[in-house]
């Protein structure tokens, strides 16, 4: 069983400020399938990266993944009001078929 | 637009049954996998049920396998989960969400309650 890490648990930032998420997977993550969601609160989840790099439909450009094998990260360049929220990381592939991190929270 | 609207939560007495359903629109349903993911309050996401576009393919998270049931009906462009034996730790907000690798969109969810 692959299991997510998501570090820090909390993050805390102003408007304007850049956020680095992590996210560790206990074993190497085949081909990369590994996705990025932001949870407002209240609100249902929405896809923000998959394939660790690629952005999703109408998310903006200063939401960036990286990372490959282990190791992923979500940046935020430029914390909007609307950026604080939960993220999750996600991949898919093992057992179960697919996995969620258990967040981050990126709070003022 | 593509839209997901999930239905049939409420609330369901321990070891009671309860079936979810997911209504899809603005696109063509039969060619995409679908997945149900729940979140218990306060608790972050855990990854139900998985069924490909044919139905050919249906996998489970261990911890409802035995007791939950996903299916889906193309013609009538949506997706169902029978749930049995349900039982307090089943309390959560069940979402309907579009998938094989990664999940999007997703429904704005429905809220289960499993108590006496």
């Known amino acids: 069983e692959i299991v997510l890490t998501q570090s820090p648990a909390t993050l805390s930032l102003s408007p304007g400020e850049r956020a680095t998420l992590s996210c560790r997977a206990s074993q190497s993550v085949g081909h990369n399938y590994l996705a990025w969601y932001q949870q407002r609160r209240g609100r249902a989840p929405r896809l923000l990266i998959f394939?660790?790099?690629t952005r999703a439909t109408d998310i903006p450009d200063r939401f960036s993944g990286s990372g490959s094998g282990t190791d992923f990260n979500l940046t935020i360049s430029g914390l909007q009001p609307e950026d604080f929220a939960v993220y999750y990381c996600q991949l898919y592939g093992g057992s179960p078929l697919f996995t969620f991190g258990p967040g981050t929270t990126v709070e003022i | 637009e593509v839209k997901l609207v999930e239905s049939g939560g409420g609330l369901v007495k321990p070891g009671g049954s309860l079936k979810l359903s997911c209504a899809a629109s603005g696109f063509n349903f039969g060619s995409y996998s679908m997945n149900w993911v729940r979140q218990a309050p306060g608790k972050g996401l855990e990854w139900l049920s998985y069924?490909?576009?044919?139905?050919?393919?249906?996998y489970y998270a261990d911890s409802v396998r035995g007791r939950f049931i996903i299916s889906r009906d193309n013609t009538k462009n949506s997706v169902d989960l029978q749930m049995n034996s349900l039982g307090a730790d089943d309390t959560a907000v069940y979402y309907c969400?579009?998938?094989?690798?990664?999940?999007?969109?997703w429904g704005q969810g429905t809220l289960v309650t499993v108590s006496s």
């Open positions: 069924i490909s576009g044919s139905a050919s393919h249906i």
């Open positions: 394939a660790a790099s």
């Open positions: 969400t579009r998938g094989y690798t990664e999940f999007d969109p």
